[in-house]
């Protein structure tokens, strides 16, 4: 394993210890039992507490299965990017991180088709696998037409990498569909829903995830599962047959208690035969991304760097 980023370690820890601190302020992400909490979770972007910025060079679209997507073309088209936005199965939303994803089209000359899957606690698991099985159903179909190519790739952060796999395995499982997607694009994701080591013992503290509240999230997203009930494969991936799937780059931070599924999961990954890239970001907590550090910066290069080229 190679960690990351060290180089900007005291700025990475002195953020985390800043959010911490202003934890009291903050609604707690086990406020998703709470309707009205919720609701106030869902209007904001993820991390922060001003709703997320629309931008105009996104269109919303149906697709085939009643789907909702959102989809970002920009003048150049090399490539498409079927991306899943995280909020623990229960928040987050296609259109809620424009600016990233638009940026993201231009730069790396992909069209961005992101999943506005349906949410837990109304509509738990496996609408939200479904609704991810169905837009990448409808992609591998209709790429062509669509958006001039065949060269598609797949992704997302936290619950997102988690339905990315999913939906993976849906495809070559369910439909014998392989090699249609090029490569995977995982940030942080949580892949073991029993809860591996690093999830139980990272205790309370009151970064953007710690173990209850992924507790309480993984209790929202699958209601009525007990800890054997979620090893099954079909809820976390960790425990399927890997074989077939492709290419892969797996980031996660040292201060996330999700470290051990993507370990883990880059080295089952690795062993069923397809490459892999695993970054492990010094400092950095669940959801880093979302905030403006340095190493942000560095992984948003690095992710449109590897979406730019993968699958060529």
Same mark, same amino acid.
């Given at each position: 394993?190679?960690? @990351?980023?060290?180089?900007?370690?005291?700025?990475?820890?002195?953020?985390?210890?800043?959010?911490?601190?202003?934890?009291?302020?903050?609604?707690?992400?086990?406020?998703?039992?709470?309707?009205?909490? +919720?609701?106030?979770? %869902?209007?904001?972007?993820?991390?922060?507490?001003?709703?997320?910025?629309?931008?105009?060079?996104?269109?919303?679209?149906?697709?085939?299965?009643?789907?909702?997507? !959102?989809?970002?073309?920009?003048?150049?088209?090399?490539?498409?990017?079927?991306?899943?936005? #995280?909020?623990?199965?229960?928040?987050?939303?296609?259109?809620?991180?424009?600016?990233?994803?638009?940026?993201?089209?231009?730069?790396?000359?992909?069209?961005?088709?992101?999943?506005?899957?349906?949410?837990? =606690?109304?509509?738990?698991?496996?609408?939200?696998?479904?609704?991810? *099985?169905?837009?990448? %159903?409808?992609?591998?179909?209709?790429?062509?037409?669509?958006?001039? @190519? *065949?060269? +598609?790739?797949?992704?997302? *952060?936290?619950?997102?990498?988690?339905?990315?796999?999913?939906?993976?395995?849906?495809?070559?499982? %369910?439909? %014998?569909? @392989?090699?249609?997607?090029?490569?995977?694009?995982?940030?942080? #994701?949580?892949?073991?829903?029993?809860?591996?080591? $690093?999830? !139980?013992?990272?205790?309370?503290? !009151?970064?953007?995830?710690?173990?209850?509240?992924?507790?309480? @999230?993984?209790?929202?997203?699958? =209601?009525?599962?007990?800890?054997?009930?979620?090893?099954?494969? *079909?809820?976390?991936?960790?425990?399927?047959?890997?074989?077939?799937? =492709?290419?892969?780059?797996?980031?996660?931070?040292?201060?996330?208690?999700?470290?051990?599924? $993507?370990?883990?999961?880059?080295?089952?990954?690795?062993?069923?035969?397809?490459?892999?890239?695993?970054?492990?970001?010094? #400092?950095?907590?669940?959801?880093?991304?979302?905030? =403006?550090?340095?190493?942000?910066?560095?992984?948003? !290069?690095?992710?449109?760097?590897?979406?730019?080229?993968? #699958?060529?």
């Amino acid at each position: 394993m190679t960690i @990351t980023d060290e180089d900007c370690l005291t700025e990475t820890l002195a953020f985390n210890n800043q959010f911490e601190a202003s934890a009291a302020d903050r609604p707690a992400r086990e406020a998703a039992r709470d309707a009205a909490l +919720l609701a106030g979770l %869902r209007r904001n972007r993820l991390g922060g507490d001003t709703p997320p910025v629309r931008l105009p060079y996104g269109q919303d679209r149906v697709v085939e299965g009643g789907v909702k997507v !959102r989809v970002f073309v920009p003048d150049h088209v090399d490539g498409v990017y079927l991306h899943i936005h #995280g909020g623990g199965w229960a928040f987050g939303s296609a259109d809620g991180q424009d600016e990233r994803l638009w940026l993201l089209a231009e730069r790396a000359r992909l069209a961005v088709v992101s999943v506005d899957y349906r949410l837990a =606690p109304e509509d738990p698991f496996p609408a939200g696998p479904d609704d991810c *099985e169905a837009a990448a %159903r409808w992609l591998v179909r209709h790429a062509v037409a669509e958006f001039g @190519t *065949e060269r +598609l790739l797949i992704g997302g *952060e936290s619950a997102g990498a988690h339905l990315s796999v999913v939906t993976l395995l849906r495809l070559r499982d %369910r439909h %014998r569909i @392989t090699g249609a997607f090029l490569a995977a694009q995982l940030l942080f #994701g949580p892949y073991d829903l029993s809860m591996t080591p $690093s999830q !139980r013992s990272f205790g309370s503290k !009151r970064l953007l995830s710690n173990t209850d509240s992924l507790r309480q @999230t993984y209790e929202l997203f699958t =209601p009525g599962m007990g800890a054997e009930q979620r090893r099954d494969p *079909e809820v976390s991936p960790l425990f399927a047959d890997l074989a077939g799937l =492709p290419p892969a780059r797996i980031v996660v931070g040292t201060e996330d208690p999700l470290r051990d599924d $993507s370990l883990f999961l880059a080295a089952r990954w690795q062993a069923a035969g397809a490459p892999v890239r695993l970054g492990v970001v010094a #400092g950095a907590m669940h959801g880093f991304t979302l905030f =403006p550090l340095t190493v942000t910066e560095r992984e948003l !290069r690095r992710e449109r760097d590897f979406l730019s080229t993968a #699958g060529r």
